[in-house]
């Protein structure tokens, strides 16, 4: 296939883009990203000169670029998004802009191509909170943030335009995850930062919200795989099967790096935080696709990788990142408790 990745200089786009054109770089693989605040060229420099690759910057909501695009491709893989549940509490309407209107007209350029494939990339979130059990892609949708609300109404367009319109589409909704080149808005690679540099890792409140960890590259493995054999207007969640409480996660990687607990501050939750996601993820396994080797090592092998590559990380963490941290953070790392 001939594709087309909105999105593809964030960091799961990125590792996508990557993975695809590390098995054929010949393969035609374009990537339209509009460069915000979480884009970043650099991640996709290990396949800058690969033969297959073209980048465009540009916005999805561009409907004239978006449609020129799409005319040449075979397949749509949309993981272009505002996805960080602090600013989508600050400022809702870049998420609606971007996750609601972005997929409208993605899916109207793929309306007018019919032989498009399109794949939209969601998130666990768009269930809400699941005191007990796992949700199945069946279950009702609950967003509780404007973020997960914003992906929510996004999924219920693909769906639509798959039953109104004959559009083959699929939908795929991941687990929290991680790995190298992540934005260090995130609480993995925030925390191995602030620990490298021996600043406060902020824990919103008793720090026992749980989450489900999948590694970047299995979760690429997955997209990859309703690609090319998933049925049309299907989801398919993707989950790690590693559910951890932030405090348990925040220790190992305090562990890994040698750092004392007193470096962590209990601060004021964000509000509506959700206590757990999880997520059954039986139907994309019976494509024969599952999560690959122990979080553990895979957590250890991320973070070497930020602490061998600062050169990537530290010119990220100045202007306007550290003006949206110290708005964050500030206050509440003032009226925070120790952990100890």
């Known amino acids: 296939m001939r594709l087309l990745v909105t999105g593809g200089a964030g960091f799961i786009g990125s590792a996508f883009v990557r993975r695809q054109l590390g ?28 033969p297959g690759y073209r980048f465009v910057r540009g916005d999805i909501t561009d409907e004239t670029l978006v449609d020129d695009l799409a005319a040449n491709t075979d397949a749509i893989v949309n993981f272009a998004a505002e996805s960080h549940v602090d600013r989508s509490i600050e ?50 949708i609950a967003p509780r943030s404007p973020y997960a609300a914003s992906k929510a109404a996004a999924d219920l367009l693909v769906n639509a335009y798959h039953v109104t319109y004959g559009l083959h589409t699929s939908i795929t909704r991941a687990t929290n995850t991680f790995g190298p080149y992540q934005y260090p808005e995130k609480i993995i690679p925030l925390f191995v930062t602030n620990a490298l540099d021996n600043d406060l890792l902020p824990l919103y409140g008793d720090g026992l919200q749980v989450r489900d960890w999948l590694h970047v590259d299995d979760h690429c493995a997955a997209i990859e795989l309703v690609l ?113």
């Open 228 to 340: 090319e054999r998933g049925s049309a207007g299907t989801t398919y969640n993707v989950g790690g099967g590693n559910e951890m409480t932030n405090v348990d996660l925040t220790r190992l990687i305090l562990a890994e790096l040698e750092r004392p607990e007193s470096l962590v501050r209990r601060v004021p939750d964000r509000p509506g935080h959700d206590r757990r996601y999880s997520v059954d993820a039986t139907r994309i396994r019976g494509l024969g696709w599952s999560p690959g080797g122990s979080f553990r090592d895979e957590l250890a092998e991320t973070i070497r990788w930020y602490v061998a590559h600062p050169e990537w990380w530290r010119p990220i963490k100045s202007g306007a990142y550290l003006d949206f941290y110290r708005r964050q953070y500030a206050e509440r790392l003032a009226a925070g408790t120790s952990l100890e």
């Open 91 to 140: 400022s809702p309407d870049a998420f609606i802009e971007t996750d609601v209107r972005g997929t409208y007209l993605l899916l109207e350029a793929a309306r007018r191509h019919q032989h498009l494939r399109y794949l939209q990339v969601s998130t666990d979130e768009v269930y809400g909170h699941r005191e007990t059990g796992s949700a199945q892609e069946d279950d009702p």
């Open 23 to 50: 098995r054929d770089p010949h393969r035609s693989v374009v990537v339209l990203d509009k460069l915000t605040y979480a884009g970043n060229l650099a991640n996709l420099e290990p396949v800058r000169d690969a």
